[in-house]
């Protein structure tokens, strides 16, 4: 039995190119226009929001920037926690942090509402930056310089854990950011505990 | 031509030597790719088998109060599970839907059965390699291998096998539509569910090719023979790992279309919109290997919104036509065979009984509410900045593969049983309950692993308490709980998924043959849709004209469906906008 109503199993007898009623019709106007928002917001945000994945992006190689990491701490170097240095960076600067299995280093820094240029890159694997407990979250690649330009809104004593699977020893990768409301002196240990 | 022109055409075209026909659809079954489906089917239930293992003992070990397994354990099943289930199962499935459906649906033969066995035995080796590799601990580099991480080079030599297998499979596929469509064993154009296949037959060369881009080189990476980039491997890896998950999509929707015919007798709407809808799939789908390159430092901006969003969503556009299509043909289906009351009747009195239906259902809405939202609301660049890589990834992607493809392919097996093993479906009390247990839980799973993911708990991650670390790290306390929601939501859908393991293998080793089925006559063992197949009148025509007379404005002749997609849309929005505010409140990066 031939009949134009049919299911999916069934082929469609000759032209099937027919106009859809103005129900289908309609709901693809308002998908296709949602579309369009959806899609609008990433410029947009990129104009008028504040948290773009944007950055000064550049090559590297896990060596020069393992060097470059060594330089800015030397630079910069105000204390040390548990053996780790504690960097204190002026305002402006540039930062870096390196990650590498299964560690973050150096420990920094930083003042409130204050701009600094982050830069990430790996000495090793691929790691994951995620900062605790605010929950900003970047990729962390060998061979890649991810830097980004970052304002803290609210002072305290993050963490940064590892979220990229980086080998049996991931889970231990913990760092350490310290943001303080104002100045400190250069003279004093960066640890608070 | 009328379709009994077309029955005498199969006869002539030998539908007597190596076919059957089907006693319950009257369709001519090609035995030879029978046969073929059955193994992929049972390759594909043993893969879900070990995953499902895999992922009691995950769930166990992320239960912070259970902690299951030793870090080094809990790593090498996870890679397990995802190579296991996301691979091995979904792809075995896929090839038996692509057989199935060039053969099958289209009363045609096999073309190349020498080739399709070769194809499933290099499958199968691939698999088995991969297996060996990663349970010997030879392979602790998780399912998405990122280079440098190094594993065994038999594992990439393996995943290389299982591909090139599948890739030989797909063009076995379409040797069988054209030999088909040259033999004449149907009319006019392919129906739609078979057309669904080729789209996802389409997107399965286009991911198996960036396998090869990725997984060859890779494998001459750890024999020391050349050097891949990291981000080069993120971003052509994701071309496959991806784009996979859109031959998934793709199969599923056609599956959508498959078991709403079969068990309610949906209608087909409108051709055009839902093959154009199909297509809009194949030219924009395959971007999606943006979505987890969002905060990767090798991309630029423009690069990451062309790239995430589909080229302006159109695959978005594609599913939120298909999630109005289904539903709306499911409600015609229904209306069309006199359940024409109010607005929800339709929905009310379908067979909420017949497990291919209540999958359906779970699938299809599950699918779209959680995985679609949370998938276009995450992949989003700068939204991606507060979810990459913490636990709403696995809760969006299990919302989509677990509940939506794996769900959708459990319905369609309900069908399988019966019409390609003829036998019934073992505990078949159990059957019909199976879809509430396995979505249920699923819901449950998703949902809490999303609202932890949140708090920023790490996904792939062995110990949020970090005992063992040298800076403590003290999660909001209700994170214990939702964890502990996430293990009870998991177990209760891993429960769910050895039930359906359990039903496959006894109805197809021990299970009793089919039989006669009495149309009319609800028989133990039989979908709902077999017994009572959901047959429409011989004036269908003139009823659906009638239905569309009656209902001429915006609301049409599936008015249920306009308020259900609507309440689907202020869903979105809310959730969407929602994100953009919790955004807005980080620290200024740029």
Redesign the interface.
């Known amino acids: 039995m031939h009949t134009d109503t049919h299911t999916g199993l069934d082929s469609p007898k000759g032209i099937w190119w027919k106009p859809a009623h103005k129900s289908e019709r309609t709901w693809v106007g308002i998908a296709f226009a949602w579309c369009m928002v959806l899609f609008a917001m990433m410029p947009l945000w990129h104009w008028k929001g504040g948290q773009n994945p944007s950055g000064i992006r550049s090559r590297t190689t896990p060596a020069a920037y393992g060097a470059r990491v060594g330089e800015f701490i030397k630079q910069y170097q105000t204390g040390t926690d548990r053996g780790w240095p504690v960097v204190t960076p002026p305002p402006g600067a540039d930062v870096y942090l390196a990650a590498v299995s299964f560690n973050w280093y150096p420990i920094l820094r930083l003042q409130k509402d204050v701009q600094y240029t982050l830069h990430l890159s790996s000495l090793d694997v691929n790691h994951g930056f995620s900062l605790y407990p605010i929950n900003v979250n970047f990729q962390v690649v060998p061979g890649y310089d991810y830097g980004l330009r970052v304002s803290p809104n609210t002072s305290g004593d993050f963490r940064i854990i590892c979220n990229e699977f980086c080998g049996i020893g991931h889970h231990n990768m913990v760092g350490r950011v310290i943001v303080d409301d104002a100045p400190v002196a250069a003279a004093v240990s960066g640890g608070t505990r | 031509?009328?379709?009994a022109v077309g029955d005498s055409e199969f006869a002539r075209a030998g539908a007597g030597a190596g076919f059957r026909t089907c006693p319950a659809t009257g369709r001519h079954i090609h035995l030879g790719a029978e046969r073929l489906i059955k193994v992929h089917a049972v390759a594909s239930v043993v893969s879900l088998l070990v995953g499902a293992i895999a992922a009691v003992l995950l769930v166990l070990t992320r239960w912070q109060a259970v902690h299951l397994l030793p870090?080094?354990w809990f790593?090498r099943i996870l890679g397990v599970h995802g190579m296991s289930m996301l691979i091995f199962f979904i792809i075995f499935f896929e090839m038996a839907v692509l057989l199935f459906a060039s053969t099958v649906?289209l009363n045609a033969r096999n073309s190349a059965p020498k080739t399709s066995w070769a194809a499933f035995g290099l499958m199968l080796a691939g698999a088995l390699m991969v297996e060996a590799m990663m349970w010997s601990g030879r392979a602790?580099v998780?399912f998405?291998s990122?280079v440098?991480?190094r594993a065994d080079p038999n594992f990439y030599l393996g995943v290389i096998f299982f591909a090139v297998g599948a890739l030989v499979t797909v063009g076995v596929f379409f040797a069988n539509l054209v030999v088909a469509k040259r033999e004449r064993t149907?009319?006019?154009?392919?129906?739609?569910?078979v057309y669904?296949a080729l789209t996802a037959a389409i997107i399965a060369v286009i991911t198996l090719v960036h396998g090869a881009a990725i997984y060859i080189p890779t494998y001459l990476w750890s024999l020391g023979l050349m050097e891949v980039?990291?981000?080069i491997y993120?971003m052509i890896w994701w071309g496959l790992g991806h784009s996979s998950q859109q031959i998934n999509v793709a199969a599923m929707v056609?599956i959508w279309?498959?078991l709403?015919?079969?068990t309610i007798?949906?209608?087909?709407?409108?051709?055009?919109?839902?093959?154009s809808a199909f297509v809009l799939y194949i030219l924009f789908i395959s971007m999606a290997s943006a979505h987890h390159?969002?905060?990767?430092?090798?991309m630029?901006?423009a690069w990451?919104?062309v790239n995430?969003?589909y080229f302006?969503?159109?695959a978005?556009?594609a599913s939120?036509?298909h999630g109005?299509?289904v539903p709306?043909?499911m409600e015609l289906?229904m209306r069309?065979r006199g359940f024409t009351n109010g607005m929800f009747d339709w929905l009310r009195r379908a067979p909420w009984g017949d497990p291919g239906f209540s999958s359906l259902v779970f699938s299809l809405v599950v699918f779209g509410f959680v995985g679609g939202i949370t998938g276009?609301t995450i992949g989003?660049?700068?939204i991606?900045?507060?979810?990459?890589?913490?636990l709403r990834v696995p809760g969006h992607f299990h919302a989509t593969v677990v509940s939506g493809t794996a769900m959708a392919f459990m319905g369609a097996t309900y069908y399988l049983i019966p019409l390609i093993f003829q036998k019934k479906v073992a505990f078949w009390k159990g059957a019909v309950i199976q879809p509430y247990l396995f979505a249920g839980g699923m819901l449950v799973f998703t949902l809490s692993m999303t609202f932890a993911g949140?708090?920023?708990v790490?996904?792939?991650?062995?110990?949020?308490t970090?005992s063992?670390?040298?800076?403590d790290?003290q999660?909001?306390p209700i994170v214990d709980l939702i964890l502990a929601v996430v293990a009870l939501g998991g177990l209760t859908a891993a429960t769910g998924a050895f039930l359906f393991v359990a039903i496959a293998v006894k109805s197809v080793f021990f299970g009793e043959p089919l039989g006669a089925i009495v149309k009319g006559t609800a028989m133990a063992g039989v979908p709902r849709g077999l017994t009572h197949p959901p047959v429409?009148a011989?004036d269908?025509?003139a009823?659906?004209a009638a239905l569309?007379r009656a209902?001429?404005?915006?609301?049409?002749?599936?008015p249920g469906t306009?308020v259900l997609?609507f309440v689907f849309?202020a869903a979105?929005?809310v959730y969407?906008f929602v994100n953009?505010k919790i955004?807005?409140f980080?620290?200024?990066?740029?």
């Open positions: 031509m009328t379709a870090a080094d790593y649906l602790d998780l998405t990122y440098p991480l149907y009319e006019g154009s392919v129906p739609l569910v669904g980039d990291p981000q993120r056609a279309y498959m709403g015919a079969l007798g949906s209608v087909v709407l409108n051709e055009k919109i839902s093959r390159l969002l905060v990767d430092p090798g630029g901006p990451k919104v995430t969003s302006m969503y159109m978005v556009l939120m036509i109005f299509t709306a043909g289906g069309l276009v989003t660049e700068q991606n900045i507060i979810v990459h890589n913490t949140s708090f920023g790490p996904r792939r991650h062995w110990d949020i970090f063992g670390a040298q800076f790290v999660f909001n429409h011989p269908v025509d009823r659906n569309h209902a001429p404005g915006v609301m049409g002749p599936a306009i997609v849309l979105f929005i969407f953009w955004l807005s980080l620290w200024r990066i740029g």
